[in-house]
């Protein structure tokens, strides 16, 4: 069974950096693409970043880019945020997901963690 398990979740200042953590079970994340979501009080779902399996490949929305990065550890199994520059837009909870599949212009993924809380804030 597939099983995503955040981390690191917290409050910063702005400015700050976080990094979280997704350990998964159940699939390698070398061998899956993995994505990081957030959702915004009061708002949608946003996705922020990609990770592929494969290549290693990855692509941020416009407003996370430059400053937050994904990555991998294989040994691990587990996928990370490096979240830097933070900006009290920023707050949201953050999900770890994988399967992720396009129907026109909208996006669904096969598997979710359960969040992890990120507030920036002074």
């Known amino acids: 069974q597939v099983q995503l398990v955040e981390s690191g979740g917290g409050l910063v200042q702005p400015g700050g950096s976080l990094r979280l953590s997704c350990a998964a079970s159940g699939l390698t994340v070398e061998s899956f693409d993995m994505s990081w979501i957030r959702q915004a009080p009061g708002k949608g779902l946003e996705w922020v970043s990609d990770i592929n399996g494969g290549s290693t490949t990855t692509v941020y929305a416009d407003s996370v880019k430059g400053r937050f990065t994904i990555s991998r550890d294989n040994a691990k199994n587990t996928v990370y945020l490096q979240m830097n520059s933070l900006k009290p837009e920023d707050t949201a909870v953050y999900y770890c997901?994988?399967?992720?599949?396009?129907?026109?212009?909208?996006?669904?993924?096969?598997?979710w963690g359960q969040g992890t809380q990120v507030t920036v804030s002074s």
């Open positions: 997901a994988s399967g992720k599949r396009q129907w026109g212009d909208e996006y669904e993924w096969d598997y």
